[in-house]
């Protein structure tokens, strides 16, 4: 089984600063890893795609890049509405989430 | 307009058997490269894959869980059904259904969620 990890699990930060997630996987899984945003009460959204692709409609302040087995979620400029949490996802193998990165506004 | 909404009990017997269905809309499960999974979430915690289908009966499932999950198409109906014996309080959780194409492997349609509790 590929097994993800994430840090930091939860972080605070204020309007307009960039934030950055790191995911890790315990194999090498190429690209095949995929960014979620999770609101409270809600379902889970996908936001990037094969770890750098933004799915259409999310704004362009969110960015992913990484290959191999480390990965990183960036938020350009944090806004109110990005208050959630973030989970990576790998599907080299079946699939995996990580255990998730809370943000909040300072 | 693709939608996913998942039905089933919201509470369930220790030991008894869960059988959760997904009903979707604007796609079709007969479409060559379609699929739709299961992900579920304990309270508070942390989304965990569980099964997946695709167009061509093709069948997946977690390997921690593979011994007590069925999923099934009804592709008539529009409708992917997922059981999982031997219910336990630990699988309460939140259990969604998700859209899925077998050549780009993400998770882009989600249904709501339903709460499942499992109690005496």
């Known amino acids: 089984d590929i097994q993800m990890t994430q840090s930091p699990s939860s972080l605070s930060a204020s309007v307009g600063d960039r934030v950055t997630i790191t995911c890790q996987a315990s194999?090498?899984?190429?690209?095949?890893l995929n960014w979620y945003q999770q609101k409270p009460g809600k379902a889970p959204k996908l936001l990037i795609y094969d770890a750098s692709n933004l799915e259409t409609g999310v704004p362009s302040r969110f960015s992913g890049s990484g290959s191999g087995t480390d990965f990183t979620f960036t938020i350009s400029s944090l806004q109110p509405e990005d208050i959630a949490t973030y989970y990576c996802q790998q599907y080299d193998n079946l699939f995996t989430f990580g255990p998730g990165t809370k943000v909040d506004i300072k | 307009q693709i939608t996913l909404k998942e039905s089933g009990p919201t509470l369930v017997k220790p030991t008894q058997t869960l059988t959760l269905t997904c009903t979707f809309s604007g796609f079709s499960l007969s479409t060559s490269g379609v699929g739709v999974g299961w992900i579920r979430q304990p309270p508070g915690k942390a989304l965990e894959w569980l099964a997946l289908?695709?167009?061509?009966?093709?069948?997946r499932y977690s390997p921690s869980l593979k011994s007590r999950l069925t999923i099934t198409k009804d592709t008539s109906k529009n409708q992917v059904v997922l059981t999982m014996t031997n219910m336990d309080p630990v699988d309460t959780a939140t259990y969604y259904c998700?859209?899925?194409?077998?050549?780009?492997?993400?998770?882009?349609?989600w249904g709501q969620g339903t709460l499942v509790t499992v109690s005496s």
């Open positions: 998700a859209h899925i194409s077998k050549w780009e492997l993400h998770f882009d349609y």
């Open positions: 194999q090498d899984i190429s690209n095949y």
């Open positions: 289908i695709y167009w061509d009966d093709d069948k």
